[in-house]
């Protein structure tokens, strides 16, 4: 009886160590977090090309065009250190972007 109750001890403990550690190592990592942070400046360098005049439209378009590539590179390095459906979410938010900014360049 002594030995049942050791061993359901430990499978408690065990279990609320291993469930702790599954709550902590489900927080944001870098990758994503770095992921995100390029989106943001995308999205804000976006906002300025809109509201922009026609000569500062013609510099931002060659940096605003670079974006794709460098978007393109980080999903490669970084795509395998984050989950599948969060970089699903963060490709949905960068098309977002990019169609926003694909609707200006028609329009001018």
Request: aromatic letters at 10%; charged letters at 25%.
């Given at each position: ?12 403990v065990f279990s609320a160590l291993l469930g ?44 605003l065009d670079s974006f794709k590539t460098k ?38």
């Amino acid at each position: 009886m002594i030995r049942f109750k050791s061993t359901l001890n430990f499978v408690i403990v065990f279990s609320a160590l291993l469930g702790l550690l599954f709550v902590i190592g489900c927080g944001s990592s870098a990758e994503k977090q770095a992921m995100s942070d390029f989106l943001v400046t995308y999205d804000n360098t976006v906002n300025e090309y809109s509201a922009a005049d026609e000569s500062k439209r013609v510099e931002m378009k060659e940096k605003l065009d670079s974006f794709k590539t460098k978007w393109a590179n980080m999903k490669m390095d970084m795509g395998a250190e984050i989950t599948p459906q969060t970089l699903d979410k963060l490709d949905n938010e960068y098309q977002k972007i990019t169609n926003k900014y694909t609707s200006l360049t028609h329009k001018s």
